[in-house]
């Protein structure tokens, strides 16, 4: 149970899209869905419900609340130099978000908090694709992290998509550092293995780009089959 202190901690502040500046659209942190609150600390973290401010609180905002402020909200900067010294600040910041979002979603997904260790995984992926860009080998562990935390959430196509992800970001670099190839081959070979036993053919990754929205936790994918009752209690941990 909640306690009032923790409660009050993560209170949302109501968020009206029409109060949003022009061609600015509020998404939840979460899901992607219109926000309808906001963090009342950062101010700059946006949840379609209170059920997802609090996973993301959680799994991973209360520990990067103060920073996302400091990197998400906007700067009045007079000189170049001023604006080079925020942007080195901010990579740095984000470069710090992902180790910390990274060991939080491993932390959550060893205690089989799976979706806690989503919001980390989220956060994860988010900063790398924002420093690093789309189709990066450096976006390799986040995607094996969303997968691990869809399994055990039993959304197994989801697990399928960012597996695919994995494959094609390695693919597109063959400079791949061989620890990730080696992970997201024995999470591959898992997951073969898994649908084999249950007869439901190999499972092939996509070589195909990835989409642009790339981090939704959507129910309707929930993907309910002999397969997924063949999951190891507690998920798969690489
Ligand atoms: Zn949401
Ligand atoms: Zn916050």
């Known amino acids: 149970m909640e306690t009032g202190a923790k409660k009050a901690q993560m209170e949302g502040i109501l968020v009206s899209p029409l ?22 600390h950062c101010g700059v973290t946006f949840y379609c419900s209170p059920e997802h401010q609090r996973i993301d609180w959680d799994g991973i905002h209360h520990k990067i609340c103060p920073v ?54 989220l956060q994860a992926q988010r900063h790398s694709m924002e420093i690093f860009g789309a189709n990066r080998v450096e976006l390799v562990p986040a995607y094996l992290l969303l997968a691990e935390a869809s399994m055990g959430l039993e959304h197994h196509r989801q697990a399928e998509g960012y597996l695919s992800k994995a494959k094609y970001n390695v693919l597109k ?24 036993a249950v007869g439901l053919g190999t499972f092939i990754p996509s070589f195909s780009p990835p989409p642009a929205a790339s981090h939704l936790i959507d129910p ?19």
């Open 68 to 121: 996302l402020n400091q990197i998400r909200s906007p700067a009045v900067l007079s000189s170049e130099r001023e604006r080079a010294k925020r942007e080195h600040m901010k990579e740095k910041t984000m470069l710090s978000i992902i180790e910390i979002s990274k060991s939080e979603a491993m932390r959550n997904l060893v205690s089989n908090h799976f979706e806690l260790a989503m919001a980390g995984a």
């Open 19 to 40: 109060a949003s500046p022009k061609g600015v659209k509020y998404e939840c942190e979460m899901c992607g869905k219109i926000a309808s609150i906001k963090c009342k």
């Open 173 to 196: 670099h063959p400079d791949c550092p061989n620890i990730l190839r080696s992970r997201l081959h024995r999470f591959v070979t898992r997951v073969c293995l898994l649908r084999l």
């Open 220 to 238: 309707s994918r929930f993907y309910p089959s002999v397969y997924d009752r063949a999951v190891p209690a507690g998920g798969f941990i690489w």
